[in-house]
Nanobody, 124 residues
Framework: VQLQASGGGLVQAGGSLRLSCAASGRTSRGYTMGWFRQAPGKRREFVAVLRGSTGAKYYADSVKGRFTISRDNAKNTVYLQMNSLKPEDTAVYYC??????????????????WGQGTQVTVSS
């Protein structure tokens, strides 16, 4: 499974960006797909995940109400719509996937596949 992330960039605080992650290879709509991020000097942290089998969505508290994860099964692509961006959202954003949903979905060690990362920078 290969994951290709795109859509990062530089935006002012309060602005919006949409990240995309296209999956190829042996994937199915049953895969759980999501996003983590890593700011300079910090550990990679959970952002959002979408459970493929049920469509359930899970978010980190820090992004609830501002970020929305969605999926286009026909395109094998997951999106992260980020609104009301804050400087503290600045990070490299990584998309990730695993065949079966994990109850420990916030734990990066649960995931099998990772994209290359896309930089999001929010200026104040």
């Amino acid at each position: 499974v290969q994951l290709q992330a795109s859509g990062g960039g530089l935006v002012q605080a309060g602005g919006s960006l949409r990240l995309s992650c296209a999956a190829s290879g042996r994937t199915s709509r049953g895969y759980t797909m999501g996003w983590f991020r890593q700011a300079p000097g910090k550990r990679r942290e959970f952002v959002a995940v979408l459970r493929g089998s049920t469509g359930a969505k899970y978010y980190a508290d820090s992004v609830k109400g501002r970020f929305t994860i969605s999926r286009d099964n026909a395109k094998n692509t997951v999106y992260l719509q980020m609104n009301s961006l804050k400087p503290e959202d600045t990070a490299v954003y990584y998309c990730t996937a695993r065949p079966i949903h994990s109850v420990h979905y916030w734990d990066e060690k649960q995931y099998d596949y990772w994209g290359q990362g896309t930089q999001v920078t929010v200026s104040s």
